[in-house]
């Protein structure tokens, strides 16, 4: 089984990937927007570009998903701490490369350091307010 983060934006899904993509690197797998929906062309002007889909791959085998919600579809999002990607680097470079980059203009929760239980670990939501955790597992 794989896991893959399929995360919701309030019309800017577009602009985070871009961060994403410059943070993690690659191409995108799919960037598809409202209009290109089958009666997409119905919807507000404002919401035709919106993302409909958009896939990241990050990683050797984990994928990057989003949307944006649509209001006039009844769709209606909520920034909360229900859920948080966590991205498990394998070197202390890396996380700090990944926190630095994904942190930026966001909320630091916890910044980037030596656990209690042995990993180096931090956490902060970026500033399109979605929750990340970095830990790296020291080598022992």
């Known amino acids: 089984m794989k896991v893959h983060p399929y995360l919701n934006f309030n019309g800017n899904a577009q602009e985070a990937f871009e961060l994403y993509k410059t943070v993690f690197g690659g191409e995108y797998m799919a960037n598809m927007k409202m209009k290109d929906a089958p009666g997409g062309d119905k919807l507000p002007k404002d919401e035709q570009n919106y993302t409909m889909h958009i896939c990241l791959p990050i990683g050797q085998d984990t994928l990057l998903m989003a949307s944006d919600c649509v209001e006039s579809m009844g769709q209606k999002l909520t920034l909360g701490n229900q859920s948080y990607v966590m ?9 700090d490369r990944l926190f630095k980059g994904l942190s930026e203009g966001g909320k630091i929760e916890m910044p980037m350091d030596d656990m209690f239980w042995g990993d180096y670990f931090g956490s ?7 929750q990340w955790m970095i830990n790296f597992t020291n080598p022992q």
Do not use: N, Q, T
Not at 124 to 130: A, Y
């Open 87 to 95: 991205l498990c680097p394998d070197s202390r470079a890396e996380a």
């Open 124 to 130: 902060f939501r970026d500033r399109f307010g979605i």
